[in-house]
C-alpha cells in the first residue's frame, strides 16, 4: 500500500466514522492509490525517455525547422494559448 494512502486510512480508521462511510473511503483510498501509481509510472516514463534523448553530439545542431532541439519544448510551451 502506498505511504499516502496508508496515512490516511489510518487516519480514517481512528476517526468518528460509521461501517459505511470507512467502506466508501476505503474505495475511494484505492481509487486515488491507483492514480498515484499512474502518476509514478508516467513520471518514470518521462524520466527514462528524457535520459535517452539528451546529451548527444546533434543537440547543438539545428532540425530541418530550423529549430535547435534543447529550445523546441519552451518554444511550444510558450505558444501564444498555452496557459
Known amino acids: 500500500m502506498e505511504p499516502k494512502v496508508d496515512g490516511l486510512w489510518q487516519m480514517a480508521r481512528k476517526g468518528d466514522f460509521t461501517a459505511e462511510?470507512?467502506?466508501?473511503?476505503?474505495?475511494?483510498?484505492?481509487?486515488y492509490e491507483q492514480r498515484l501509481q499512474?502518476?509514478?509510472?508516467?513520471?518514470?516514463?518521462?524520466?527514462?525517455?528524457?535520459g535517452r534523448h539528451r546529451h548527444t553530439d546533434d543537440?547543438?545542431?539545428p532540425d530541418k525547422t530550423g529549430?535547435?532541439?534543447?529550445?523546441w519544448c519552451r518554444l511550444v510551451w510558450a505558444a501564444p494559448g498555452r496557459v
Open 38 to 50: 499512474k502518476l509514478r509510472h508516467v513520471q518514470m516514463d518521462m524520466l527514462s525517455k528524457d
Open 67 to 71: 529549430m535547435y532541439p534543447w529550445n
Open 59 to 61: 543537440d547543438d545542431l
Open 21 to 31: 462511510e470507512l467502506e466508501s473511503l476505503w474505495t475511494e483510498l484505492k481509487h
